[in-house]
């Protein structure tokens, strides 16, 4: 398995823009699939965005399209998530997460992803 490290989240006003990354360990990074998972107090977690090997393939969640952007650098084993035009209703923990490799794609199901980090907290206040 891969080690994952979250970093970068914090607490920020709606409209305001954070950068959250995540630093992977143990494993080849540049044949994973990334994503992003969030759950929120009492709700259940859910998929955010995914980013394929080459960085090319991306998949989003409809709640987050047009405002956060999934990136990956391959040479520092680093897959980041910009957000931008935050809104409350993002406060939850964030989670990265890797597929086994060569697993090819960016599935939103977080059944098939078999690594995960800590989480970051994001809180957006209004």
């Known amino acids: 398995q891969v080690q994952l490290v979250e970093s970068g989240g914090g607490l920020v006003q709606a409209g305001g823009s954070l950068r959250i990354s995540c630093e992977a360990s143990?494993?080849?990074?540049?044949?994973?699939?990334m994503g992003w998972f969030r759950q929120a107090p009492g709700k259940d977690r859910e998929f955010v965005a995914a980013i394929g090997w080459r960085g090319i393939n991306t998949n989003y969640a409809d709640s987050v399209k047009g405002r956060f952007t999934i990136s990956r650098d391959n040479a520092k084993n680093t897959v980041y998530l910009q957000m931008n035009g935050l809104k409350p209703e993002d406060t939850a923990v964030y989670y990265c997460?890797?597929?086994?490799?060569?697993?090819?794609?960016?599935?939103?199901?977080?059944?098939?992803?078999?690594?995960w980090g800590q989480g970051t907290q994001v809180t957006v206040s209004s």
């Open positions: 997460a890797s597929r086994k490799n060569f697993a090819t794609i960016p599935t939103n199901s977080a059944l098939m992803y078999d690594s």
């Open positions: 143990g494993r080849t990074f540049s044949t994973n699939v």
